[in-house]
T-cell receptor, first 112, second 109 residues
Framework: GAVVSQHPSWVICKSGTSVKIECRSLDFQATTMFWYRQFPKQSLMLMAT?????????EQGVEKDKFLINHASLTLSTLTVTSAHPEDSSFYIC????????FGPGTRLLVL | DAKTTQPTSMDCAEGRAANLPCNHS???????VYWYRQIHSQGPQYIIH???NNETNEMASLIITEDRKSSTLILPHATLRDTAVYYC??????????FGKGTRLHILP
């Protein structure tokens, strides 16, 4: 299947700082990518749809000014958690694909 | 909301076939059935998908009932590495994926 990568795989930051997470499609182009968040012992929750060349579409309850999404090219989407707080600590996962969605390995964020 | 119903958890002995059921009684004609699994602390892994015919690949088989209201994922010879949460998802091929709670499969040695 297609390969989706994420960077970094884990990150620790201080409260109030911003953190950028990258999602790349390695062997295909993706006009759309998806961002999810997963808390311990819970299922994945869709945060937003990243659209190449246009604004991201956010799910209800997700603050667009806090979770900035940039889909700068057909192989790269970035999620920036701005002014991170401990409650933003979570496992962030992206997906991309044409008909079948393939998921990245995830980025674990810990905000101290 | 997820459009599927799955058992919360299941056990299967190592080496036996694991049969994971999924109900999707409100599936529409152009929606596919997809299966993913998530091993602890990893991103979800695509397993298989189908529309109405049974499907088989190197990982699993997917059996879809004739009325398409339910399906079964079959792992033919389960190993300890198959321990994971398995998600059954119904979607159009261009749609976003909404995850339900899935089935936690324990493979017993």
């Amino acid at each position: 299947g297609a390969v989706v990568s994420q960077h970094p795989s884990w990150v620790i930051c201080k409260s109030g700082t911003s953190v950028k997470i990258e999602c790349r499609s390695l062997d295909f182009q993706a006009t759309t990518m998806f961002w999810y968040r997963q808390f311990p012992k819970q299922s994945l929750m869709l945060m937003a749809t990243s659209n190449e060349g246009s604004k991201a579409t956010y799910e209800q309850g997700v603050e667009k000014d806090k979770f900035l999404i940039n889909h700068a090219s057909l192989t790269l989407s970035t999620l920036t958690v701005t002014s991170a707080h401990p409650e933003d600590s979570s496992f962030y996962i992206c997906s991309a694909g044409q008909e079948t969605q393939y998921f990245g390995p995830g980025t674990r964020l810990l905000v101290l | 909301d997820a459009k599927t119903t799955q058992p919360t958890s299941m056990d299967c002995a190592e080496g036996r076939a694991a049969n994971l059921p999924c109900n999707h009684s409100t599936i529409s004609g152009n929606e596919y059935v997809y299966w993913y699994r998530q091993i602890h602390s990893q991103g979800p892994q695509y397993i298989i998908h189908g529309l109405k015919n049974n499907e088989t690949n190197e990982m699993a088989s997917l059996i879809i009932t004739e009325d398409r209201k339910s399906s079964t994922l079959i792992l033919p010879h389960a190993t300890l590495r198959d321990t994971a949460v398995y998600y059954c998802i119904v979607r159009n091929r261009d749609d976003k994926i909404i995850f339900g709670k899935g089935t936690r499969l324990h493979i017993l040695p």
